[in-house]
């Protein structure tokens, strides 16, 4: 609240959290929620994380919001795209974090219907999806097959 935002920069987020139903992720850094009201009365009626959670718990909640709370959202490990070989059969995704377990796309076809919506890379997956993707595999073949 010591940084001083213009009031066109506050309305104009203000404005689209209302009119474009543009999401904001308030965070609080040593603020409380009655600063909030004499400070901004318009923010102070958005949910906002507060600054002293764990990061790990501030990511959690951010990623239940973006994935409309699929039970299973497809992490990217950190060393390479893995969405697309997950989709080509050829790689794996971690479940909701970098410490979940691997599962192929195979082995995602296999999830009970509760764990669907997956959530992979934007985009929500249901069941057919993702039998969907596996058939592609299946009718051009895998990645290695099409080298020799």
Known sequence: MSKSWTKHELD???RQHIESNKRLFLLWYGVNKNQIDKWNPALSGI????SSMSIPLIAKKIANVMSQNAPIR????SYENPQFRFL???GELLA?????GAF?????AEFP???FPLYIYGRLYSKKDIII???????YQSYNSLQS
Do not use: M, W
């Not at 949910?47 to 507060?50: D, F, N, P, R, S």
């Not at 993707?133 to 009718?139: C, D, F, N, S």
């Open 47 to 50: 949910v906002a994380l507060k």
């Open 96 to 100: 909701n974090s970098d410490t979940g």
């Open 88 to 90: 080509q059969g050829r």
């Open 104 to 108: 192929n796309i195979f082995e995602a």
């Open 12 to 14: 104009v987020l203000h």
């Open 74 to 77: 497809g992490v990217t490990p």
């Open 133 to 139: 993707e596996i058939a592609k595999i299946i009718v």
């Open 113 to 115: 219907d509760k764990d």
